[in-house]
């Protein structure tokens, strides 16, 4: 029996163990599928969120990764192999724990076992215990120590040969353990992010590329009919855009001096604040650079401090300049070197990608072929061999035309607009109406008659469709050239892609009217403000104060005869009242005019400008002729509105001696000038950032639908002219306002 009850007890004590046994395994089972679960969904996320978005959604799965294993910390490490530094690019903290250095340059030499296991043998760091890392991990160990870290875990992401990522993961708190088995999904969790880093740049890199595509069918385009002494203001603008595109301090074209012993400037372009370049440089103080060029290579200096031996000389010139990274493209014509294109960075060290300076050296092409060009014969005959050799160079897609609309000559851009070779146009004369829109192809046919039947360059936009389907928005310019008889003999044409500056436009213009309409609103809103305000202050202060004068005046009355210093006091305080009552009047006027309402626009005008000549002494002149009796109540008040507007801007700007203000009116339209004999001022300053008076009146303006003018010049006055229509009355927001001149 005591035997049975053994084997009884056993049985049950074995049974016990495997429960507890299956227990754990199912959840071991249970986390690993949390932590699969966990995995895909971060990595789903990732996969679709947007570029501007991607780093919180990295701190954010590196949240709820530290959260899962219940640690302190969760970091994305980069490796800059060429500086020998960590850099932490994001990190998540559980609370309370100490923040780590985001985004400094740390040396691998705070770590110099965990770099040789993670970047040369492309192993993880693990330990749970910090006193379990081996003699060789000393300095590491130390390193860690300061951190607070006790556990760690730091997984190299495989994507780059060598490693150029690592995740790490800190327990600050308490020892931990790491589950070894979860390491290649977290690694495959490090490469999603990675990936998405990468598609990040590559987006970027493509958007900045076709930025900068543009800009060079700009600068091509730019030169395109330019007469000669146009040449040297253009390159020197072109200089301009592409240092503001790079954001850099210098951009400067140099020639090389007969002999080649000396660089000498012929165009720049410096970013304010910063010392004008050297006119003239003797080759011996750049011999490095020198020799790049006359072999057509471009001198690419990332760093000045890192120039090498064989660049002694240039690196010494270069740190008198405070020049700290540089770029030096040949300028070629020809197959001829004629100069350098410099770019020059003073505030900051930069990176030059091969893409880039193909770029420039596009850009080099171009100015280089301009002022070869401007050099050259302007005889159609003599200049047509070289002139196919200017635009196979140029960014835009040029072609020449005969008289019988067949095509002699396509440049090579044409393929990477259209999606067509060249000669497919060539072969085909009908071949670009047959791509161009249906919807634009009558525009297109009375833009080919007119080009053939008027001098002058012609323009029109038009939309192609591409053989892969994609629509593209194409800006042509084209000029008939004709022989010394005057006789057409061909069209000369230039097309640029300019889709995205069609998008662009049509965003801003949306926006645009967005602004436009709030501030529409906003004006109207403060007009009824004003008028409730003026109404309280007329019909209650005002109305209190006059029966406080009254019963000031009968107190007056009744003090005894002898009393002089009472009845003295009482005048003055009567006196006051009324002054008081009088302000109220007229601040209650100037928040609303009720004499618009009471009166007309005629009376209300006229009013405005004696209280205006009475208060500042400037004698104002008005005239009033064929007012309509009825107007709207919106026109009346901006009309006025712009009177005291301008009226102000006089006695605040103006220095004038005499103003006139004029209103006339007719079947059609109200007419409104303001002149006065002042100082005046430049309108180009003024057109680029206008005064809040001037604004205010436009804004006035386009309420109703009208259209004004502003002419002035220095120490000639200003003239204000407002014309309003009287039928169509409703506001509009248009994208591009064309009720304003500046003269």
């Known amino acids: 029996m005591k035997g049975m009850n053994d084997q009884s007890v056993d049985k049950s004590r074995r049974l016990g163990f495997e429960a507890s046994q299956n227990a754990n395994e199912n959840t071991i089972l249970d986390e690993r599928l949390r932590f699969e679960r966990l995995i895909s969904d971060l990595s789903s996320r990732l996969v679709k969120v947007a570029p501007e978005r991607l780093d919180s959604e990295i701190e954010r799965a590196l949240k709820m990764i530290l959260e899962f294993f219940k640690v302190d910390r ?84 495989l994507t780059h040969e060598p490693v150029t990522h690592v995740i790490a993961i800190n327990s600050v708190k308490r020892e931990h353990a790491w589950p070894e088995d979860f390491i290649p999904r977290l690694q495959l969790l490090g490469e999603i992010f990675i990936n998405c880093i990468e598609r990040r740049r590559m987006q970027l890199q493509l958007e900045q590329r076709l930025k900068f595509e543009e800009m060079l069918s700009f600068l091509s385009a730019k030169f395109v009919n330019l007469s000669p002494d146009q040449v040297d203001a253009e390159v020197e603008k072109g200089l301009q855009h ?58 690419i200096i990332q760093s000045v401090e890192e120039l090498t031996a064989d660049a002694a000389k240039d ?34 060290e930069r990176a030059w990608s091969e893409e880039l300076v193909r770029g420039l050296q596009m850009a080099a092409d171009i100015f280089s072929n301009a002022l070869v060009h401007q050099k050259k014969d302007r005889a159609l005959r003599a ?39 060249p000669q497919a146009f060539v072969d085909d004369p009908f071949k670009l109406r047959d791509i161009i829109f249906s919807e634009d192809r009558e525009a297109w046919d009375e833009h080919f008659r007119t080009a053939r039947l008027t001098p002058g360059p012609h323009e029109i936009q038009y939309r192609i469709k591409r053989p892969d389907g994609g629509v593209r928005w194409i800006e042509h310019v ?70 406080l004068a009254i019963e000031v005046g009968k107190l007056e009355t009744r003090v005894e005869n002898g009393k002089e210093s009472i009845l003295k006091h009482l005048c003055g305080l009567r006196d006051q009242t009324i002054r008081i009552a009088a302000d109220v009047h007229n601040l209650s006027r100037r928040l609303h005019p009720s004499i618009l309402e009471d009166l007309g626009l005629e009376k209300a005008v006229e009013a405005e400008c004696a209280r205006f000549g009475t208060k500042e002494g400037i004698e104002v002149a008005f005239n009033a002729e064929n007012i309509p009796a009825f107007l709207p109540k919106n026109v009346s008040l901006s009309i006025y509105r712009i009177v005291q507007e301008g009226l102000n801007n006089i ?28 100082l005046g001022f430049d309108a180009a300053e003024v057109r680029q950032m206008p005064g809040l008076g001037l604004s205010s009146i436009r804004e006035r303006v386009r309420l109703v639908s009208g259209r004004h003018r502003i002419k002035s010049e220095p120490e000639k006055g200003t003239v204000i002219e407002v014309t309003v229509p009287l039928k169509a009355m409703v506001p509009k927001a248009e994208c591009a306002d064309s009720s304003e001149e500046l003269a």
């Not at 160079?393 to 990477?416: L, V």
């Open 651 to 678: 006695a605040k700007h103006a220095c004038a001696r005499r103003a006139v203000v004029g209103l006339s009116g007719s079947e059609t339209s109200l007419h409104l000038s303001i002149q006065d004999d002042g």
């Open 315 to 348: 690196r010494e010139f270069f740190n008198q300049l405070g020049i700290k990274s540089g770029l030096y493209v040949p300028l070629m014509a020809g197959g001829e070197i004629h100069g350098i294109l410099g770019l020059a960075s003073l505030h900051a």
């Open 478 to 547: 084209c000029n008939p050239v004709t022989n010394d008889q005057g006789i057409l003999v061909g069209i000369r044409a230039s097309n640029r892609d300019v889709t995205q500056r069609i998008n662009t436009q049509a965003a801003i213009c949306e926006r645009e009217r967005d602004l436009q309409s709030l501030t529409g609103r906003l004006i109207l809103g403060q007009e009824e403000e004003r008028r409730r305000l003026a109404r309280e202050l007329h019909d209650d202060l005002s109305q209190r104060l006059a029966a």
């Open 74 to 157: 969760c970091g994305l490490l980069q490796i800059l192999l060429d500086k020998g530094v960590w850099v932490i690019t994001h990190f998540a903290l559980s609370d309370r724990t100490p923040p780590v250095p985001k985004g400094v340059q740390l040396p691998v030499s705070i770590s110099p076992w965990a770099y040789e296991k993670l970047v040369e043998k492309r192993e993880s760091v693990i330990f749970s215990r910090i006193d379990d890392l081996p003699f060789e991990a000393e300095v590491d160990k130390k390193t860690w120590t300061e951190w607070d870290i006790r556990s760690n875990l730091v997984i190299p992401i």
């Open 242 to 299: 592409i240092a503001r595109f790079l954001d850099i301090d210098r951009c400067v074209m140099a020639r090389l001096s007969d002999g080649e012993s000396q660089t000498i400037t012929s165009h720049s372009w410096v970013a304010s604040g910063v010392d004008p370049v050297t006119t003239v440089v003797g080759n011996e103080k750049i011999p490095w650079v020198v020799s790049k060029i006359m072999r057509s290579e471009s001198a």
């Open 383 to 421: 200049a047509e061999l070289e002139y196919r050799t200017i635009l196979n160079f140029t960014f835009a897609w040029e072609y020449w035309e005969n008289i019988d609309g067949s095509i002699r000559y396509s440049s090579p851009s044409c393929e990477r607009i259209t999606g067509y070779p």
